[in-house]
């Protein structure tokens, strides 16, 4: 495949055009799509469909309408590709980062204050952007600055109780200087909005909230700027309904062309990268609309460049271990058997393997929408009335959107099961607000809550039955989203017994002790190159987050030092828990425990780089035993 | 001061009488209040504002309204005391209880379904209402079973965003089972719910979700009762304010009687007993209206029973700590240099010690309502902005529902310092949606994040200082809201020494480690009884939470046994940071440390009764550490 990007000097041509402003901007648009699709395609991922329905918004702002002073970002966040090609185009940016999406030291995933000049605040949390808005319009107003604040949001995010909370103030403090766009592509992460958990009528609940409300065609620029124009002198926050389509400007990634509107069809374009056939398809009708536009404009056709090949990404080939289906199959298969068995979603149900389970179970599935703090206290009322909810989401938003939730239903002594998809550092692509690495502090003294992390299909597949089955309270079940390969064939896992984990390798010098597939696999690879050095270290998957015994653990150490691999915080995570054990248990072994974990916000970038960046990879955990296996050298 | 009550069979009387049913259940209502005076001066706490403005309601739902199977609870939760005297009232309750609010084994401060029958569910953290009732009308409807959901909510209620999430998807499943009845009373805890954060056109806001709305005047039984009759038939769940008064039915406790509408201030019977007079007033004016409604319905004047004294609840009566007061105050002074500290308050403004600051520096003071993650997304983008914000809300609510707005900001790289009061076991009074045990684990892993809890006021205002001045990040102060004697008189406190502590006592065989006035004490107060046996005890105060000095605590040790203890969950709490650095720079130390903690959900009581409950009173520390000072008969 060969992959093409539009090159500085023809952003600049564009950009400089004469003529019609709109049809300018919009061909602006088109040409930032062209680099979308080179920046997504070479790195493999990224949100195309809301970067789309966004662009001719988000190029109409930064030619036309933001001034110095003036802040503009996006709080869906995970339209960043498209702000990145706009701000490479302009020059606000290096334009060779557009080689460098979701790399690391590169372009982060979701748009990151601390990586990347230029961009206002880091989003990719939902919900937040209008509560920021304020917090600038208010610092700027008592720093005697005077400047407006453009928020960008999906419609999908609109679910979030923040958004709401948010809008009153907003207009009971008259703050004028903000105009939230809402980029309404009607379909959010699954798919139809209206499918997932509808937000109805808009203009009437922006109206009551208090704020000045129009909508326009968010793809046409001559109804966006008029919409605008219409509301400048509007002392009240401006509430824009920018009427888009996903994936717009390429129609087979439009929902029209494909998502039927039914209960269970699924968008396509949401995230990830197109087939080489789709990126050609797509480019050829950017590139013949962005001519006409051009012709239009009295300007020559665009010419692109071939880009290097991106370097190459090694993907193993064996065995990966796939958590996620593995544990969609078998709560299917416990809900079977289980009648009681619920499952609760918030438009994540691909992504936490809850499709065959919406499909056999359809009056025991419930879409809540991206609703995280709606939808656990739904669930805690469902235990409470005899049912057995298993609620999902995406580790990183589970744990501390409806933390306060998740423990009023535990003081509630009823159970409920949590499942945490996306955790830990991998993928790095999205960026730090999406990589979890923090859940298991955050739900660690919950009472009463076992807190589980499979690292093999079987481990999985033990940890919800134990969930379902066996356990007397709630249950945090964390799974790492990454199909990961281990470096050897998991044994069978029956039952999981509480606090306690499987021996994979026995080992005179070191002890591992690591949770999940990449910690693992970590572990694995470290035994290995230390093995060249002379040193046996075992390895226990722990699965246990907290309750562990400490006395096994101190047992199969037999005397040696033990190490603890998380792929979260060091604070907080696995490795106190197997801390906190030892000291109760086995004092002596606690004195010789040794923590390794990520001890800084995640870096974005492809899998491995991000790991070697954290020294999470197996040979950099090889490096940092050294010293505890008397290997002399530098490994 | 003589406390009445009225005996269950006055209560009997009057519910059994013949005549109009309003009349009937207002008279209730009255006798009602009259126990609720009895239960809040009886042990000196509760909500009696909330309470009196939602009881009319709550006794004409339980008298006219509810049937079996149906479900009554309240969203707010604070105005328990009424619920309770209505339910000791209908003989659904022991009516023995009514002597024991707030008291161990007795009736929570807040509802909870664990402690209390007939509680349908645990409240007492805001906004989670309807998605409550959600979950239990979808749960019966799958059990196939029919019922109905009642659910009282406060209006400053209102600002939390779960409520607002809640609303679209339940009337999108057109859940008819649900009416929402919304305590309009317009007063939060600190004043005027518009003077806080107005929430507006409830009416339209309610439509614009898709609700049926109506409104009734909730003092007036026959305007609620055509009301919710009007609703009967609707087909969308339903939302019903009522107009009510704070306080209602005591005039000197309703707002008009005595708040200006200004934006300084403060209501006076959000929370407390009253004083003898107040309550003796009180008594009198519902007695008298009582019996007119008596004669109405032709039953004889009620009479009441003389209460047994309670009994007594000692009250050490040497000098208390008062962090709270120390903090606002400390604030202030550094506000008064640092032109860029301004401070957010969540409707806590009295409770969180900023009355002088706001005072003193009103353009830097935001009222956010009662809005957690509205108030910490608006923080990190005045941090981002140039300026220092301080953030407030009880413990409980800011480390959990804002959690994740607060891990966005800790990435950003900013410095915003989050002061959270009411952390711990005591008072133990409210419950333990208010008893803020898990606030550690929630935020210890917070990147960057300095946590800190000061024992003295010294202390207190030397973590202020720190914060404000020297701390590179975020910093979450940690204050216990009770005023504590400590048994001694704490030393100056000049400048914070990161991760060091104070050395207030040495001792030869044991080492305690303690954060807070509560725990300091309790140290303190466990060294004299282990003197008693000859046994040296030192005590050490360590503010720091996290990032604590290993080897400078086992230095202060030298080689004694290491006890840590936590007013918080025993996981994820001080002890738990103590260990981690010991094992990190004093691994023999590590291995003599105990961790003593909170270890199951906090119980409900006198706030003595409570820490012995929980074995962490200082005579009950004494007799858990017995072994390791080598005591050997029981203390």
């Not at 988000?58 to 701000?87: I, M, N, Q, T």
């Not at 009153?168 to 909005?193: C, F, M, Y």
């Not at 050897?488 to 002790?513: H, I, S």
């Amino acid at each position: 495949m060969t992959l093409l990007y539009m090159p500085k000097a023809e952003l600049d041509r564009i950009r400089t055009l004469d003529g019609d402003r709109q049809e300018r901007a919009a061909a602006f648009a088109d040409a930032c799509r062209l680099n979308v699709l080179y920046m997504v395609q070479r790195v493999g991922s990224g949100h195309l469909g809301t970067t789309f329905s966004s662009l001719d918004i988000v190029s109409w702002l930064h030619l036309e309408v933001l001034r110095g002073g003036d802040r503009y970002f996006s709080s869906k966040g995970h339209d960043a590709p498209g702000l990145y090609a706009v701000l490479t185009a302009l020059g606000r940016l290096d334009f060779e980062l557009i080689h460098q999406l979701r790399r690391l030291n590169g372009l982060p995933g979701h748009p990151d204050v601390a990586a990347t000049p230029e961009v206002v605040t880091s989003t990719g949390s939902l919900g937040m952007g209008v509560s920021k808005a304020r917090g600038f319009v208010l610092a700027d107003r008592l720093a005697g600055r005077s400047s407006r604040v453009y928020v960008l949001t999906g419609d999908g995010e609109l679910q979030e109780g923040q958004f709401w909370e948010s809008l009153g103030p907003t207009a009971k403090r008259g703050l004028h200087e903000i105009t939230v766009i809402v980029d309404r592509n009607q379909v959010q992460s699954d798919t139809w909005v209206d499918k997932v958990s509808d937000i109805g009528d808009l203009e009437a609940k922006g109206g009551a909230f208090g704020w000045a409300v129009a909508s326009c065609d968010g793809h046409d620029l001559r109804s966006l700027a008029s919409t605008l124009e219409g509301l400048e002198h509007e002392q009240r926050p401006k509430l824009v309904i920018a009427r888009t389509r996903k994936g717009g400007g390429v129609s087979f990634m439009e929902p029209e062309s494909h998502l039927p509107r039914t209960d269970t069809a699924l968008y396509n374009y949401h995230v990830g990268a197109l087939s080489p056939e789709e990126y050609e398809r797509a480019v050829e009708e950017v590139c013949e609309r962005l001519n006409d536009r051009l012709m239009r404009l009295g300007g020559d056709p665009v010419e692109l460049v071939d880009a290097e090949p991106p370097e190459h990404i090694s993907a193993a080939v064996e065995h990966r271990q796939r958590l996620v289906a593995a544990y969609g199959d078998e709560l299917s298969k416990q809900a079977a058997r289980e009648p009681r068995l619920v499952a609760l979603d918030a438009d994540l149900r691909k992504d936490c393997g809850l499709v065959e389970f919406r499909e056999r179970f359809p009056d025991r599935f419930f879409e809540c929408g991206i609703a995280e703090q709606d939808m656990v206290s739904q669930a805690g009322a469902m235990a409470l009335a005899g049912f057995l909810p298993a609620v999902h989401s995406f580790a990183c938003f589970l744990s501390t959107r409806p933390n306060e939730q998740i423990y009023n239903n535990a003081t509630e002594g009823t159970k409920v099961v949590y499942a945490g998809s996306l955790a830990g550092l991998v993928p790095g692509g999205p960026g730090h607000s999406h990589q979890s690495v923090r859940d298991i502090s955050a739900l660690g003294a919950v009472p009463g809550m076992a807190l589980i992390e499979p690292f093999s299909e079987f481990e999985c597949r033990a940890a919800v039955d134990w969930a379902v089955n066996r356990s007397p309270g709630p249950v945090y079940i964390r799974l790492v989203s990454v199909a990961w390969a281990l470096g050897f064939e998991p044994p069978a896992v029956e039952q999981l017994v509480p606090g306690r984990g499987t021996v994979l390798r026995r080992g005179r010098d070191l002890l591992f002790v690591a949770a999940g597939p990449v910690m693992v696999a970590g572990a694995w690879r470290a035994t290995a190159v230390l093995a060249e050095y002379g040193v046996e270290a075992g390895v226990v998957s722990m699965p246990w987050l907290r309750g562990v015994d400490g006395s096994w653990v101190a047992e199969v150490a037999d005397g040696a030092p033990i190490v603890t691999l998380d792929n979260h915080y060091v604070t907080g995570g696995l490795g106190d828990g197997v801390l906190a054990a030892l000291a109760a248990d086995a004092p002596d072994a606690a004195a010789r425990l040794r923590k390794i974990g990520v001890d800084e916000v995640p870096k974005s970038g492809e899998n491995n780089e991000v790991l070697r960046a954290h020294h999470l990879d197996g040979d950099s955990i090889a490096e940092r035993v050294r010293d505890l296996a008397d290997v002399p050298m530098q490994i």
